[in-house]
């Protein structure tokens, strides 16, 4: 790969995709990846799926986009991440804010 493949423009808007398995549902999972997202300017949602994973869709610079992955790694305190499945992707949906789905 050379240099110029490896590098991401800072202001560049790129898209993480993520589903979060584990312990991550009713423990506040949802509403800790809207304050994280927020606080590092990005946008998307994140929701439920129906068999107790976690989906996350956020757009901004890929920066706070791998720093908001290493928050989904984690989670919060009350969750246990067993593990989280990561895709970069161009961004489809414009999106304006990031919320909770339902």
């Known amino acids: ?13 790129e898209e993480l995709y993520a589903i979060v398995q584990g312990w991550v549902q009713g423990v506040g999972f949802r509403q800790f990846v809207v304050q994280q997202a927020r606080a590092l300017h990005l946008r998307g949602y994140t929701r439920n799926k129906s068999n107790g994973d976690v989906e996350v869709v956020a757009q901004g610079p890929r920066l706070a986009l791998e720093q908001l992955l290493e928050h989904l790694r984690r989670g919060p305190s009350t969750a246990d991440v067993r593990h989280v499945e990561a895709e970069w992707r161009t961004p489809g949906e414009a999106m304006s804010n990031f919320t909770i789905r339902w």
């Open 1 to 13: 790969m050379s240099q110029s493949e490896n590098k991401h423009s800072p202001t560049q808007v």
